[in-house]
């Protein structure tokens, strides 16, 4: 049985806890929008075991929505 299938990225809590205070203290620290965006694209884009990308968030009146996409979604040009 193949294991290239098996090559993808988990996070074990910790490691996930970590990122989000990081995020976090980013917001505190009023790190700009685009600083922010440009370093969480690079990550995305970098990382060759991410094979989709999951968001989860509530609109207004509370529904529920999830996005999944590709990673090939976050592929940004190089700018000339």
């Known amino acids: 049985m193949s294991t ?3 090559n993808f990225l988990a996070l074990s809590y910790e490691e996930l806890e ?6 976090k203290s980013d917001r505190i620290n009023r790190v700009s929008a685009d600083e922010i965006r440009e370093k969480r694209i690079k990550y995305l884009t970098d990382e060759k075991r991410i094979k989709a990308v999951t968001v989860l968030f509530s609109d207004l009146e509370g ?7 590709t990673r ?3 592929w940004v040009p190089t700018r000339i």
């Open 72 to 74: 090939s979604f976050f």
């Open 63 to 69: 529904r529920l929505h999830l996005l999944t996409t």
């Open 4 to 6: 290239e299938y098996r």
């Open 18 to 23: 970590e990122r989000n205070l990081e995020a």
